[in-house]
């Protein structure tokens, strides 16, 4: 047995060796293999001592033999047959003796086998559909365990039928990896990152620049980690974007930049965010806004034709400016795929004296009222979903900003549910449903407070309704399904009011972005009312990048973050600096990759395009990071450790988790 195992051993090194030089030479040249002056086709198998992948054979390799190696997926009749999979799917292996079946009937599934023979049609009548090797079968002549599976029972199966808990999944990524869809979706992602590199790179000239992970502290916005140091009260932190990089590349005359970029933001409290994510980082010199739109139509073009799986990019994409994306749809990332825009009915409500309509007029400046009417919909709702619908309302708008809003059934006599026509009195519902245009059975969401806020809650509600119609109904209810739709979002204010109510302004995207060239005498009189050169890209109602033109001059840099923003500029004197050494005028844009990827895949959540995301708040549950450090680190980085308010232990500076505010950076 010894001396088989080392022969073995030893004809596998010899067929791996001569694989190699003959790849090397250009020797190899079978149908699967030729190699052309300019095309190069994938080899799956090269420098490797399999042949094929499991799920690439069909009946094109009928009478061939065959080397394949996989993870054992499930056997019957005593082992005469077995399916072995690998990265790109299953086949059927026949052990056709005694001897050999015996070698696999103890081994537990998912055990790693490699197995010689050679591919035979199957009869017609034994051809499998539902696999795409289904076709033909491998008949062994040999069978070698290379890695047994000492584990069971498993944590689960790798079947796709089979409905695995996340936590589970996480905690045993490693094995949830082998599933069919996590394959995909990875191997989707690289490809498409292969495109984007040689789109710009190889045919626009950018250059991949990596930037350091390691940075400073900055002022402004969001929450980023701090990383402690040897050095006394001296910390670096992981920044949000390679903002301020790729604009001192501009100054150094990289003028195309380009960096699949690692970025790190503290917000494990928000849902489907990550603590680290990606970016398609891109800044150019020399270039206007419609510049940069341009390029990234063309990118997006060109890197999403992945196969006929995927609707070609169409361009030039729709624009519309911020103030009617709010207007029409109450969100900055609107969801074009269906319509069910807001209709503005303030003049339907401006004399009702149903107390939250006449409080909403009474109480706040620039109020409206909104509605979003969608036909014959009221009967797919009961007091439930409605209730159900009114609670996510609530959980994303802050009581103090949530204007008053309501779901109104049409009955089949015409009339509302909840005795509505009788608080709102018969002349407002008369109006109403002439407005409207309202049949029996019919939905209508109504908000009402100040403009703004009345926009984004109907907003909001109309894709809530939408989604719930989609899973009641089918989800081409709207016709959805297959679309792409891009958007820019262009025109955004420069400063909006701050989010915690506090007097002041603060950056609607960064203190770096510019001015409209219409709005750079009001940056210094009246810089609540500027607009900027701002833009963002909307796939499908998912905001998948954000960017700008970004301010060039040391002055007018200044002048914003201290007299504006009232920021110190301590921590950003290198910048602003730099600025004055000849900056040329230059603009960029992020793309966020982990969304894009996840809206290609049709995944829920941006954590099945990730090999090894995080859990909630920032937790990997197959690590278990992060973790306690020893009392040698505390010393060395000058840590100490104080009981939290559970009585938890935990560093009171963070070993690299203390959380601090830096500056809003691009990308959500």
């Not at 009937?105 to 035979?120: H, K, Q």
């Not at 990089?245 to 489907?272: H, N, W």
């Not at 074009?336 to 939250?356: A, G, I, N």
């Amino acid at each position: 047995m010894a001396f088989r195992a080392s022969l073995r051993s030893f004809l596998r090194v010899l067929k791996q060796n001569f694989k190699q030089n003959s790849f090397r030479n250009g020797l190899i040249s079978s149908n699967r293999r030729s190699f052309a002056k300019d095309t190069v086709k994938t080899d799956l198998t090269s420098f490797t001592y399999r042949s094929y992948m499991c799920g690439e054979l069909s009946r094109l390799n009928a009478e061939q033999r065959v080397t394949v190696c996989g993870w054992l997926q499930y056997r019957r009749l005593d082992g005469y047959f077995v399916v072995l999979r690998d990265a790109f799917g299953p086949v059927q292996i026949v052990l056709p003796n005694s001897d050999l079946s015996k070698k696999l009937i103890d081994v537990p599934l998912e055990s790693v086998v490699e197995v010689e023979g050679t591919v035979r049609l199957r009869p017609d009548d034994k051809f499998n559909s539902n696999m795409k090797t289904g076709e033909i079968e491998v008949i062994a002549d040999d069978v070698s365990v290379l890695g047994r599976c000492t584990v069971t029972p498993l944590p689960f199966h790798i079947q796709d039928f089979h409905k695995v808990k996340e936590s589970l999944r996480l905690q045993f990524r490693y094995l949830d990896l082998r599933h069919n869809e996590l394959q995909r979706n990875l191997r989707l992602r690289s490809n498409l990152v292969f495109r984007m590199r040689e789109f710009l790179c190889k045919i626009h000239g950018f250059v991949d620049v990596e930037t350091p992970t390691l940075f400073r502290k900055t002022p402004g916005g969001a929450r980023e980690f701090v990383v402690p140091t040897h050095s006394p009260n001296q910390f670096y932190t992981l920044p949000q974007s390679p903002q301020q990089f790729k604009q001192l590349l501009m100054v150094g005359g990289i003028d195309r930049y380009m960096q699949i970029a690692r970025c790190y933001r503290d917000e494990t409290s928000k849902p489907d965010r990550q603590p680290e994510f990606t970016q398609v980082d891109l800044e150019m010199s020399f270039v206007t806004q419609d510049g940069i739109m341009d390029m990234v139509e063309a990118l997006l073009q060109y890197s999403l034709a992945l196969g006929d799986d995927f609707p070609p990019v169409v361009t030039p994409f729709l624009r519309m400016n911020y103030a009617d994306a709010i207007r029409l749809y109450g969100s900055d990332k609107p969801d074009t795929r269906f319509d069910h825009l807001l209709q503005d009915v303030t003049d339907v409500f401006s004399q009702c004296s149903f107390s939250p309509f006449a409080e909403a007029f009474r109480s706040k400046p620039r109020a409206s009222v909104q509605a979003v009417k969608f036909d014959s919909a009221a009967v797919h709702f009961s007091n439930k979903d409605v209730e159900e619908l009114t609670e996510v309302v609530r959980k994303s708008f802050p009581e103090a900003k949530r204007p008053f809003f309501v779901l109104l059934r049409v009955k089949s006599d015409g009339t509302f549910h909840g005795n509505l026509d009788q608080r709102l009195g018969d002349v407002t519902c008369d109006r109403l449903r002439n407005d409207l245009g309202l049949k029996p059975n019919d939905l209508v969401v109504l908000t009402a407070g100040r403009h703004d806020a009345a926009c984004l809650v109907a907003g909001k509600m109309r894709l809530e309704v939408a989604n719930a119609l989609r899973t009641k109904l089918g989800s081409d209810v709207f016709g959805m399904d297959g679309k792409m739709n891009f958007l820019w979002v262009v025109d955004f204010p420069l400063f909006l009011p701050k989010e915690d109510g506090s007097p002041g302004l603060e950056s609607a995207h960064h203190p770096f972005t510019a001015p409209h060239p219409d709005s750079m005498e009001v940056v210094y009189t009246c810089p609540e009312k500027a607009r900027s050169q701002h833009y963002d890209l909307v796939l499908n109602g998912n905001e998948i990048g954000g960017g700008s033109i970004r301010i060039h001059e040391s002055k007018l840099q200044r002048h914003i973050l201290r007299d504006v923003l009232r920021e110190k500029t301590d921590s950003l004197e290198h910048l602003i600096e730099a600025l004055e050494f000849g900056c040329p005028p230059h603009g960029g844009i992020a793309l966020g990759l982990d969304r894009l990827v996840a809206l290609l895949c049709k995944s829920p959540t941006i954590r099945e395009v990730i090999a090894f995301p995080k859990a909630s708040e920032g937790r990997c549950l197959m690590s278990k990071a992060p973790a306690p450090i020893s009392e040698d680190d505390r010393k060395y980085y000058h840590l100490s450790e104080v009981p939290d308010v559970d009585g938890v232990k935990s560093l009171n500076i963070g070993a690299g988790l203390e959380r601090l505010e830096t500056k809003k950076e691009e990308i959500v």
